[in-house]
Each structure stands twice: as C-alpha cells, then as structure tokens.
C-alpha cells in the first residue's frame, strides 16, 4: 500500500477507489446478475404463458395423461405420463452411464499407462461433441436393431420383473432403448467430472491408505471414491440435466403413446421434451399454451434435481 | 513383535539418476533410530524404501537387500502391499482421510486385514490405538466427529494411532514433527518414547536436538556434491555420534558448520 521511498512522501490511502477497479467490480456483478434475470425471465415467461392453457383445461393438469389440447373449446391434457416417461428415462440413462463412467475415470486415472491414458481423455471428450441427432440416427437405424436378441434374453430369463415383462417390442424402439442412448449420451461429462475430482485426489491421502498396507482397489475405495464423492454427484447431476431435457434422440427412437408404463421391453411412454418437439408444428387453438405448460413441468423437475444434488454434496461437508 | 531389518548394498534410482548409493545398515528392533542431513540427501529417499513405498513413484527402483529379519522385502514373490502391513509409515505432513471420523480413520487399516471385525473387536482396537497415542483423553467424546477437525498435533498423533492399529513391526516416521508447534512435538517424542517398547522405529528428522532426544542410535546422510548421489556417512550410538563423530562431515553437520 505505502511505499517507503525516502524521495518521496509516504503515499497516504485516500480512500477512493481506482476507476478501472469500479469498472470491473460492476461488470462482474452486472453479468452475474443477468444470470438471475435470464432465469426469472424463462421462468415467468413459462408460468405467464402457460396460464391460459391451465384455466381452460377441464381436466387435472397433474393427474392425466391424455393430451387434448389442440382444441378452442373444452381441452383436456395432463403431464403425467410425460412427466413420468422423462423421469423413467432419464433414471434408467443416469443408472447405466454413473457406473461406467466411474469405472473409466477410475481407469484413467488409476491404472492406463499414461499415453493410453491420454488418449481414452480425448476419445471421451470427443464422445461429447457429437450432436444428440446423430446419436438419434445411430439409435433408431442401428442400435434398436441390434437389441432385439439382448431383449428377448432378458425377457426370457428375467421376464418375472415387472419391468422386464413380455411382450418385447418388434421394433425394439422401447424405453430401455432410449435409455441407452440417452446413457451414452451422458457418459462423457459424468466421466469428464469424475476423472478431474480423481485427478485432486491429494497425494498424502493415497500414501496414507497405500502405507497402511491397502492394495490399489482398496486405496481406491479408500481415499480416491468417498474424496470423489461430492464431483461424480455433481458430474451425474449434470448428466441427469441433460438426460431430462434431451430431445432429438429420443423423439427419434420412442414409438410414443401417452400411457404410463413401467415395462421397459414394450413400446409405449414418451418424455416432456420430445412431445413438445413433436407435437409444437401441428398445435392449434390451446396447444401451444399447453406445450409450454409441460415445459413448465420440465422446468421444475430440472430445478429440483439439481436442488437435490446440492443437498447431497452438502449434506456431508463437515467430512470434506 | 518388533522386527530387525538388515540393508546391504542398496542403490536408489529414479529412472537413470542415482538418488542414495550403496547403504548398508543394521536397524535394531525396539530402538529408535533416526536419520539425520542436510535437506535432499536422500534420507527420506531411503527411508521410502523400506516398506517400498518409493514404488508409488513409477520410475523408482532399487538396488540392493533390505532384509526384515528373514525375509527378503525384495523378493520375488513378496508382495509390496505385505511389506506395507509389516512396516508402517508416518508422513511428515499429518493426513487423516479428511471424509472420516477419528474412529474409522483408526480403524481403517485394521478393516483391510479383517473384513469382519466385529463392533466389540473394533471398539477395542480403536481405544487401545489411540490410548498407545496419547489421543484417547482428548478425542474419547468425538470419535465420530471428522478426523480433519482436530489440531495438528492431534491429527499427527491420529495418524501414529492410525499406523499401530494394524500392529505392524517397524514403524517409519518421516519428519513427524516438522510442521507442528514446540509442544505437539514434545508430545511426539514422548509418544516415540513408549512405542519403541513394541516396535522398531525409524525417524527422518531436520532437527538434531530431536535425533540426539529420541534415538538410541543415528545415521548420518550426507550428498557426495551436488547432483551427486546422497550417502550414509556414518552411523553409530547417538551418544557416540554427537560427541565423538568418526568423520570430519558428521562433526561439520553436528556442529552446525554446514547444513
């Protein structure tokens, strides 16, 4: 703050601030503002448009899964197999892709050699960018095909599941098929996540549970996984977000019927995203106001989601 | 309990560099003993080997025989996260797994030998470890709260607590006490003090006055010049070392001439 140059008089702090410091306070606090604004902005725009669909609707909003909205007089529509058939989708992406993931970045991190290392970061990353109407593509001309067998099997011998349940569906373009697109569709920013919070794993940790006499799993279990914890919740949430609002991919590959559905081999379900994706060219009268009702909806599934990922992480912060 | 361990010939390399040469020693059990010398001599190098943990750096390798009474560290068939069950290590910077309690960060290396420790069996090794730590006093009312609470010199001595829970033979200690305050080193020695008692210690310390306090018998590393490799001088009784120094670089470390 001073200097003690014997030249010059001691500079005295005036108090006031420096220009280019007050510019800069305010650019920052301005975008993260904007931030803020954006977010109330969606968010009454949803509830203010989606109010006129909701007044006329003469059914529960909530509790049906019909969807007539394209009407002037009498709609009736409701969220709930949609709601359901997002969250049953992305549930079933989020259960497939964490293990995996893990079991990359773990590998990554822990035990490729370094240049094989390296290279599986850049595939991974690369996995990311492809776009999701690509993967779309891939899922309904290739993939569904393909697990056809996969699904007779399981219907076979796990077939006393409910969920697994008969009759597989011919064309394979099930919930479980988009699942697993949307699953690999995710893996790579769960993996990306996990792989970074592996990397900060301290050093003194892994020598202290390796000292003790921990073999590489067990060091792993030890101090890499419960230090890793809060970043692969945190990556999974992410994912979780994405596989909610996903939309291409899985408007391509569900053969959609408005029913709520727990059998994952029969066709049937469809999710928020894909429905308004579907549904916005050809809505007439209170349907779009209706579609924006369910964006709605997707809106505070997403919002919960992450609300309940925060919690988690914090809940154990005295521990980290 | 309580092992001797034997080091003949032994080179430590890391890739094509040679970091400590050709030290032969005789570390006697229920003693302590300590490695003194100047900073980047190669003491904790050395000390690293003996329960192989240089090995967590993929371009160390060693040279030599570290025998612990009859068994050959080095062996063929001898597994390095055996060696580590029998030799524990103390790090100079205190680290209790920072997501556990006191309590599992105790039990934790005794969880790996036994995988069904009963509550009664693990109660009794968590209460013994931390009494042989002088921790159990101070922590008997919070052992369920997290380990990374607790002051430095608590969280050193949860470590030594951590490393005896597994009852291994040797024990290492790498500068426990550089980074604590006067008394929570005190506390330390004191502890170094009883535990030779049950095993063989081994300390790497900066600080002469905490050699010539705590160890029966000393080890002088010194580096043959710079970018040369580190090599053990001398090593005798402490008694003898500090006041009777066989070699002119000994007497120049000890009497604070250089280092």
């Not at chain 1, 219907?155 to 699953?183: C, D, H, K, Q």
């Not at chain 1, 301290?202 to 030890?222: D, K, S």
């Not at chain 1, 609002?245 to 408005?258: D, H, K, N, Q, Y």
């Not at chain 2, 500068?175 to 502890?191: K, Y």
């Amino acid at each position: 703050m001073t200097t003690t140059d014997s030249s010059t008089p001691a500079r005295v702090p005036t108090g006031r601030r420096r220009i280019g410091d007050v510019i800069f306070a305010n650019t920052a606090s301005g975008a993260g503002a904007l931030i803020l604004l954006i977010l109330a902005g969606v968010a009454a725009f949803l509830i203010i448009q989606s109010m006129d669909s909701l007044r006329a609707n003469t059914v529960n909003f909530f509790t049906t899964t019909d969807w007539n909205a394209s009407t002037r007089e009498d709609p009736a529509f409701g969220v709930a197999a949609l709601a359901f058939g997002t969250v049953l989708a992305a549930t079933i992406a989020l259960l497939l892709a964490t293990p995996v993931a893990i079991g990359i970045a773990l590998f990554i991190v822990y035990y490729a050699p370094r240049r094989v290392a390296a290279l599986l970061g850049y595939i991974v990353d690369l996995l990311a960018a492809i776009p999701s109407v690509v993967y779309g593509l891939w899922g309904v001309v290739f993939l569904v095909g393909q697990l056809r067998p996969f699904y007779d099997a399981l219907e076979n011998y796990l077939g006393w599941i409910p969920l697994f349940a008969g009759p597989v569906s011919a064309t394979g373009r099930t919930m479980l098929s988009a699942g697993l697109v949307l699953a690999v569709m995710i893996l790579p920013i769960i993996t990306a996540m996990s792989r970074d919070v592996f990397h900060q794993v301290p050093q003194a940790n892994r020598e202290a549970a390796l000292a003790l006499g921990a073999t590489r799993w067990e060091m792993i279990r030890m101090a890499v996984l419960p230090f890793g914890r809060p970043g692969v919740i945190g990556g999974a949430m992410l994912g979780l977000g994405r596989a909610l609002g996903e939309t291409m991919a899985v408007a391509m590959i569900l053969s959609p019927s408005l029913v709520i559905s727990p059998f994952l081999l029969q066709s049937g379900n469809q999710t928020i995203a894909a429905h308004i994706a579907l549904q916005y060219p050809e809505a007439t009268g209170y349907g779009v106001s209706a579609l924006i009702a369910a964006g709605l909806v997707l809106f505070a599934i997403t919002l919960a989601v992450n609300m309940g990922a925060r919690f988690i992480v914090a809940r154990r912060k005295e521990f980290s | 309990m309580a092992k001797r361990i034997d080091v003949s010939g032994l080179h430590v390399y890391y890739g094509d560099f040679l970091a400590v040469e050709d030290v032969s020693m005789t570390i006697e059990p229920r003693s302590v003993t300590a490695f003194i010398g100047s900073s980047g001599c190669g003491k904790s190098t050395f000390l690293r080997t003996l329960n192989r943990m240089h090995e967590v750096n993929p371009n160390a390798r060693v040279e030599g025989k570290v025998m612990l009474d009859d068994l050959d560290i080095y062996g063929p068939d001898v597994d390095p996260v055996a060696v580590r069950r029998e030799i524990g290590m103390v790090f100079q910077r205190a680290n209790p797994f920072p997501t556990m309690s006191i309590y599992d960060n105790v039990i934790a290396g005794a969880k790996l030998n036994n995988q069904r420790l009963s509550k009664r069996e693990a109660d009794e090794i968590v209460e013994r470890s931390l009494r042989g730590a002088n921790l159990w006093e101070e922590v008997k009312d919070r052992l369920h709260k997290p380990g990374a609470g607790l002051s430095g010199g608590q969280q050193q001595r949860l470590c030594i607590a951590r490393a005896t829970a597994v009852e291994p033979e040797v024990l290492l200690m790498d500068e426990p006490c550089s980074a604590l305050d006067p008394i929570s080193t005190l506390a330390i020695e004191d502890l170094i003090a009883n535990l030779k008692e049950n095993y063989t210690i081994v300390i790497v310390t900066h600080n002469m006055q905490q050699a010539a306090r705590v160890s029966d018998r000393t080890a002088f590393f010194n580096l043959a010049g710079t970018g040369k490799p580190g090599r053990l001088i001398e090593m005798g009784d402490t008694n003898r070392i500090f006041t009777k120094p066989e070699k002119k670089e000994t007497e120049n470390y000890i009497t604070g001439r250089f280092g």
